[in-house]
């Protein structure tokens, strides 16, 4: 049985396992839209699960960093303390420890709000995929509510399609990867002007032949910064859950193999230690992700300012 996916009859258990690790890390689908919206000019924009979840990590950034800032900023000759005083040291972290060593001081204040939204939104949406809630609403949907997982139709059912984290969907990375990418020719815009800030791609005072070569290269490095963000991110954030699923996986798997449940329950005090050490490094990948982003995107952003040829 696959809680919330579809069970092929007479499939074997490898088939069926690598149909479920498939459908927990898949993107969301516009097949099993969870709200329906009219097609505009051809764009289907109902909202996929995906989305809906990107909706939870605004409101959860919102109800947990910006509306806490908001009221301690109201109240004049106070501390800071408990949840705000966190947050204020993660915010001078980012600000002087990222942000200020590579954009420099001019420019610190311009950018640190962009760097610091990057670092909690996606903090957030990797930390949501650590939670088992779609797993829970899956078995409750089933076994209590007794609605077949080929009910597309059922709200739950179309939640439970797709990967668990958004920052695992390869659209969503994009997305943040190409505000990276205007950002730096923003960046490199505001501080050298539009022209310029294309001339600084590559060294002045060359041969001209050798600008034939470089121009082309320098412009294929531009694509590639947030081609790499786009891939590390998703990529760092699926490898993990493909890993633990493949891990307990193998009960069922072992269980088959030797037509017994007792090797299935033998493979176990072996594979649900290593799937629990694998969830704690996932809880430092989530971490770590968000400050390797974070971290590039001010490098890179630093690399259109502060021009080093």
Known sequence: MIVGGEQAHGSSVMDQVGDNIIHHVSNSSLDHPLIHFPHIYGIDLS??????????VAALVSITVIIPIQKYLRRKNTAPSGLVNAIESIVQFIRDSIVKP????????????????????????????MIPIFDLLGVFNR???GVPANDNHNFINNLLHGGVTATGNFNVTAALATITFFTIIIAGTKAHGFIQHWKNLVPHGLAWPIYIILIPIELMGLLVKPFALTMRLAA??????????????????????FHSVAAGIGVAFISVPLAAAISGLEIIVVMVQAYVFTLLTAVFVGMAINVHH
């Open 236 to 257: 760092n954030m699926t490898g993990g859950h493909i890993a633990l699923l493949a891990l307990l996986s193998l009960m069922a798997i072992f269980a088959e193999m």
């Open 102 to 129: 590579n954009v420099g001081p001019k420019w610190v204040n311009t950018w640190t709000p962009l760097i610091l939204t990057f670092f909690f939104f996606i903090l957030f949406a990797n930390g949501i995929g």
């Open 47 to 56: 909202v996929t699960k995906h989305v809906f979840m990107l909706w939870v």
């Open 143 to 145: 076994f209590i509510m």
